[in-house]
């Protein structure tokens, strides 16, 4: 129960990495406020603990982050995890994609996390998840990638502010992941390529050299070490969980 007391607000808890994250912080003893657009999902996830409630919020709209914080009370963990992917040639990416990308994955992050540090005393953490997409380029999801990217240098920044306070901000990068938005990464490759879906996400394995995707309870693993007893030292890192990929 290593985290008795303390309170996190995982934004995009209502699936794959953030319903990880909310069941394990549940299970070392915090209070956890998940949010999201979906409530139906939320309450699923938040039916798993008594630990757990839920707040639907969009990250994207300033007023929304700022009711959320104010729902969820005093907060110690802020992880800014809401995502989405959208895939296609360069040359035909619309304005519309780009912006999408940037208000959820940017965005959003600026928000969740600017909101969360603002009524943080003391002790915290601010994390935020970011993408081996942060780190290096992937074909066909350039916005993804430049958003991304964007992350982890607001995160990198915000190291430096918090540095001489009680207070870590950092970055986690998974590669291709077991989830429902690697699922629609290999619908898309199937649907261009012709692939069957067994080798569509083969074809996605293969980035990580250990050959095999990215689980989300490793990255929940490792958003609660950042959280541990020990981690005070680890300030402004883009931490990649990609079997070595980068």
Not at 7 to 22: D, F, P, R, Y
Not at 73 to 82: E, K, L, R
Not at 163 to 187: H, V, W, Y
């Amino acid at each position: 129960m290593i985290l008795q007391g303390r309170t996190v607000l995982i934004t995009g808890g209502g699936s794959g990495i953030g319903a990880e994250m909310a069941t394990l912080f549940a299970k070392n003893g915090a209070s956890v406020v998940i949010s999201g657009r979906r409530i139906a999902a939320l309450e699923q996830v938040a039916a798993t603990s008594d630990a757990i409630r839920a707040i639907t919020a969009d990250v994207t709209d300033e007023i929304s982050v700022k009711h959320l914080f104010q729902s969820a009370g005093h907060v110690d963990i802020v992880i800014a995890n809401a995502g989405d992917s959208e895939s296609a040639p360069f040359h035909k990416t619309t304005l519309d994609a780009w912006h999408r990308m940037m208000n959820v994955n940017l965005t959003g992050v600026f928000l969740t996390l600017r909101e969360g540090l603002t009524q943080m005393t003391g002790w915290g953490r601010l994390i935020s998840v970011a993408s081996t997409a942060g780190l290096k380029g992937y074909s066909y999801v350039a916005p993804y990638c430049a958003a991304k990217h964007g992350v982890i240098g607001l995160t990198r920044a915000l190291a430096q502010e918090v540095a001489t306070k009680n207070i870590t901000a950092n970055a986690l990068c998974p590669g291709f992941m077991d989830t429902d938005m690697t699922e629609r990464s290999i619908q898309n490759i199937m649907e261009k390529t012709g692939m069957d879906k067994d080798t569509a996400r083969v074809t996605l394995a293969r980035h990580n050299p250990q050959k095999r995707l990215i689980q989300p309870s490793e990255v929940a693993a490792t958003a609660l070490w950042l959280c541990s007893p020990g981690s005070d030292g680890i300030n402004g890192q883009a931490i990649a969980i990609a079997g070595g990929e980068i």
